[in-house]
C-alpha cells in the first residue's frame, strides 16, 4: 500500500537529494543512524512523532505529512475530501432529523453547521453523495428484520445521484419529504414502500397505530398542497454504544 508512512519518507528523503539511507546518514552523521532509517524506509520499524519531526526537520517536509498524509509536504492542511477519498472514505453531512408527522418550518437562509461524518464509499454507488440522517420517534420500531429506532443514524444515497441507476421497488427503504404551504413546512420520514399497479404506499412499520402510510395514486389530480418525494435510499443504520 503506497499510501503509508514509509513510503513518504522514501520520498522526502529522495527529494532532498539523498539516493539511499547511507546517502543521508553521510550528510548528517549526528542525527541519522543509517541502520534505523532503513528500518524505517522498510516498515521494519513504525515511525515515532519525534523521529518523524527530525525526518521533516533535516529532509525539508512537515512531520504531519510523513504520519498521517493530511498535510501536503509544506505542512499546509490538505482539504478533507481529498485526503479522505486516498483511503476509501468521504464526508458526509448530517441533513437533519427524520420524524413522522412532524412539520418543521423550511429555513432557506439557514447557515449554521452541518455536522460532517467520514464513512466509506457505497459499495455499489461509490460516486453517490451519502446523507445522514438522526431518527426521532417509533415510526419504525417495528420494522423487519432490524428496527429503526429513536437515536439511530441513516446512511442514505441522495436520490437525485442514483435515480437513473436504481428501481424502486416494493421493500426498499427510503427517506420521504412532504411539503406544504407551498414549501415552507416539511416533514422527513422514514418508510417502507409498497407498490401496486395503481398506487405507490410508503408505510411505517410500529407497534404504534398512530403511524399512517402515505398513499399516492396514479390518477391523483386534486391539488391538496402537499407534494411528496423520495429523497435518500436507506443503506446502513448506525448507533452509538452508551458508555463512552
Known sequence: MKN???FRLQQARAKAG??????????F??????????????????????????YGELFGVAAAWILFDTTDETGAAVPNEVSLSRVGMTAAKVAGVVEAGTFREVDEFDQSER???????DE?????RQLLFDCSGDSMN???????????????LA??????????????????????????????????????????????????PKHKPIVIRQD?????????????????????????
Not at 539523498?18 to 550528510?27: G, H, L, W, Y
Not at 404551504?181 to 420520514?189: C, L
Not at 435518500?232 to 463512552?244: K, Q
Open 4 to 6: 503509508e508512512p514509509r
Open 18 to 27: 539523498f539516493n539511499s539511507p547511507s546517502e543521508a546518514a553521510r550528510a
Open 29 to 54: 552523521p549526528r542525527d541519522i543512524n543509517r541502520n534505523t532509517l532503513i528500518s524505517h524506509e522498510n516498515g521494519n520499524r513504525a515511525i515515532s512523532k519525534k523521529a518523524a519531526e527530525k
Open 115 to 121: 455536522i460532517e461524518v467520514a464513512l466509506p464509499r
Open 124 to 128: 455499489l454507488f461509490p460516486n453517490a
Open 142 to 156: 417495528d420494522l423487519k428484520p432490524r428496527p429503526i429506532l429513536q437515536g439511530d443514524r441513516l446512511v442514505c
Open 159 to 208: 436520490y437525485d445521484d442514483v435515480e437513473h441507476l436504481v428501481e424502486l421497488k416494493s421493500g426498499m427503504v427510503v427517506v420521504v419529504e412532504r411539503t406544504r404551504d407551498s414549501g415552507h413546512f416539511r416533514e422527513w420520514s422514514v418508510k417502507q414502500i409498497e407498490l401496486y399497479p395503481d398506487r405507490a404506499e410508503f408505510h411505517p412499520r410500529s407497534t404504534n
Open 220 to 244: 391523483h389530480d386534486a391539488d391538496d398542497g402537499v407534494t411528496v418525494q423520495v429523497i435518500a435510499l436507506v443503506r446502513r443504520v448506525m448507533n452509538e454504544m452508551p458508555g463512552f
